[in-house]
């Protein structure tokens, strides 16, 4: 339970709304069309047909080609985009809290959780959150699965029954359907919404009409998805990509080869995140119980046990020994089990997430999965640490707005450094007209144009010093040069 030290507000929840829409409307707005956006036309139904045929069968992407890629170079594009993602947020909060962010230090977790979306290296921030082509293909993604999410977690929280109603059996359709057909990684979801069937089952719980059609909506979403014709063509371009057939024919000790690769070369970021947000709760845990001297060395030794997998072997090992090593402190600590027990759950998640890549490797701006599941271990350590000093109101005040200011002063900084990289395209628009003016028509431009001082600016494809690369074909069409070079 989060602790109030101010009295509920929804103005306090518009304010949140506002500025949180404000910093993301004018990162829109500074952003250059650039990269798999530039150039695009209203492409139709058949640009959407022919993406699904030929190349990518995802919602998003054939909503991009059809229309999107277009929008996004328009004014409007800022103004709902910005909405979006505030959305996204929002939405996020509301999964975790089944509430919005109203009190001083509801607003600093809110706060706090931005700040790690714009600073975790294991995601793009940007690539998410303001280019068009991750934003039709990701950002819309999540909103459609937390749409779909809310009933289920307000049914086994037992918050309310007001989800278990025509509307929201309807959204759970609609939006199951949506989030099925915009991700292939919804399978995860599948097979945990499958999990909890079973379980209710034999629990001999008897689940609500609704909860079936959303899985079942969901799953035909995702069906249509992953046998689009497209999806094998395009695989073809990836390397190491394993079809269905290809894992079936690699065997246990292949697929158990196939596993370790997939965990190593997920970014290393994770599970060093994993590691200090579980350590920290153990601490944290140590320092505020009352623990005999026996249970302190175990908690300590714990940590320690920790960074075998993490230095030693195959990194597929470390969310196993992470669970087992939760579980056995939720026996030892009767009073913190439930969190240790929510922190099993959620590395049981994570590793089922990186299992499901098993066919191919996912860039940074596909990994938002992970950033949301290390999100629950950074909501547990505050909720924690706010509730060990429940009594102590002015250090409250303090910490909680340090967070927000921490975040507003981050905000500012890539605000900043949008406006920069701003201001370096046009200055390369300026040069590439100069050239042509000149009579210059195979155009060099400038390699800092691309370098951003915020490291989740985005993972987009940029020009190179190879003028054949599909990136520099794409700019030297759009601004009608033969060819365009970055050195």
Known sequence: MILSITK??????????????????????????QSDDIGYKIGGINAAINSYMNWNGRLGEMFRLAFGGWFAATPFYPIINAFAGTLLLFLIFYIFFQKLPETLIE???????????????????????????????????????????????????????????????????ISGFLAGWSSELCIVFIVLCIFSIIYALSKKIKLPYWYYIGLVSLTIGWI???????????????????????????????IYNRLIYCFSITKAYLFYENFLLISL??????FTNKRNMKQKIIAFLSILILLIPLRIIPKLYFIPFAILICIYNAKIDKENKKYFYIIAATLFVEFIFIGATIQVYIPKRASFQYTLLNTILIIIN???????????????????????????????????????MNKKWKKMEASINKQKSEGISNIMVDKDTFISKFWSYGDWGNPTEDTEDWVNKSYSNYYGVETIVVK
């Open 224 to 254: 249509i998805l992953y046998t689009c014709p497209g999806t094998n063509k395009r695989a073809s371009d990836f390397d190491g990509y394993l079809s269905l057939i290809d894992i079936i024919k690699l065997g246990p000790i292949g």
């Open 382 to 420: 505050m909720m924690y640490f706010y509730n060990a000093i429940q009594n102590r109101n002015k250090l409250l005040i303090f910490i909680s707005s340090s967070s927000i200011l921490i975040t507003i002063l981050f905000s500012i900084f890539v605000i900043t450094d949008a406006t920069i």
């Open 107 to 173: 607003i600093s977790i809110y706060c706090i959780i931005l700040l790690f979306y714009m600073v975790d290296p294991v995601f793009s921030f940007g690539s998410v959150f303001y280019w068009a082509a991750g934003v039709y293909n990701y950002l819309y993604t999540w909103i459609w699965t937390f749409l779909w999410l809310i009933p289920y977690v307000f049914y086994w929280n037992k918050k309310s029954d007001k989800y278990d109603n025509i509307k929201w059996q309807v959204i759970s359709i």
């Open 8 to 33: 509920n507000n929804k103005i306090k929840v518009s304010i949140v709304f506002l500025v949180s829409y404000i910093f993301l409307f004018f990162l829109n707005a500074f952003f250059p069309t």
């Open 281 to 286: 709760f153990i601490l944290l845990t140590v």
